[in-house]
């Protein structure tokens, strides 16, 4: 039981490249979040996917895009990196349909954008 | 207004000393509260959640939660320097899917 995992665990990109941040849990959770961390602000979400085939925007949706691919999968995709988007990224994901459960976290990815 | 809020610190307490940490927010709807730690360059992990009017506890870790003032406590007893970490606020409302995270405390246990 692997839990979180996410793809790649470092990247370097220049402004303007594209790519996409995989992410995969094996616990049959409903619900997967993208967060973003970046220093003294806490995670902000991006994006989250409550239950398969939905996807919703959150705090700072501009940028990116989102693909539910399956149950398991949630990938994130930057079209056209900025150096703004320099940041740690993590993929989280919860049971769903029960209130008080908590979010587990994958190990991050982290990403420089020149 | 920002939705939660901490004190970044950093909190520096001597080992075996209690660490008192502070949240409050701002959603009187809010009925789901957590409290993560993060060690550096490290993901989050649930160290407590909370969501009735008083205290829980847990080994070392006490949450407390006073739903009229809207905030969210959280003390570590018997601090050790394994306790060092940021210690990230999260709060849901409702039935809502999200958490709204703090800025985090950084908490430092010198030996």
């Known amino acids: 039981n692997a839990g979180v995992t996410q793809t790649p665990k470092f990247q370097v990109l220049k402004t303007g490249q594209s790519m996409t941040l995989q992410c995969a849990q094996d616990?049959?959770?409903?619900?997967m979040y993208w967060y973003r961390q970046d220093p003294g602000m806490g995670l902000r979400l991006i994006y989250y996917s409550a239950s398969e085939g939905t996807t919703d925007k959150g705090e700072v949706p501009n940028g990116y895009n989102v693909s539910r691919l399956n149950k398991r999968e949630f990938s994130l995709r930057l079209e056209s990196a900025a150096p703004s988007q320099t940041s740690v990224y993590f993929c989280?994901?919860?049971?769903?349909?029960?209130?008080?459960?908590?979010?587990?976290f994958g190990p991050g990815t982290r990403l420089t954008v020149l | 207004q920002k939705e939660v809020e901490q004190n970044s610190g950093p909190l520096s307490v001597p080992e075996g000393a209690i660490a008192s940490l502070n949240c409050t927010y701002s959603?009187?709807?809010?009925?789901?509260f957590f409290w993560y730690r993060q060690y550096s360059g490290k993901s989050p992990e649930l160290i407590m959640f909370i969501y009735s009017n008083g205290d829980k506890e847990d080994g070392r870790f006490t949450a407390q939660l006073n739903k009229a003032s809207q905030y969210v406590s959280l003390l570590i007893r018997d601090s050790q320097p394994s306790d060092s970490a940021t210690y990230l606020c999260a709060v849901k409302s409702g039935n809502d899917y999200k958490l709204s995270f703090g800025a985090g405390t950084t908490v430092t246990v010198r030996a």
């Open positions: 989280a994901s919860t049971p769903g349909g029960i209130p008080y459960n908590e979010q587990f």
């Open positions: 616990m049959n959770h409903n619900s």
């Open positions: 959603d009187r709807g809010s009925q789901s």
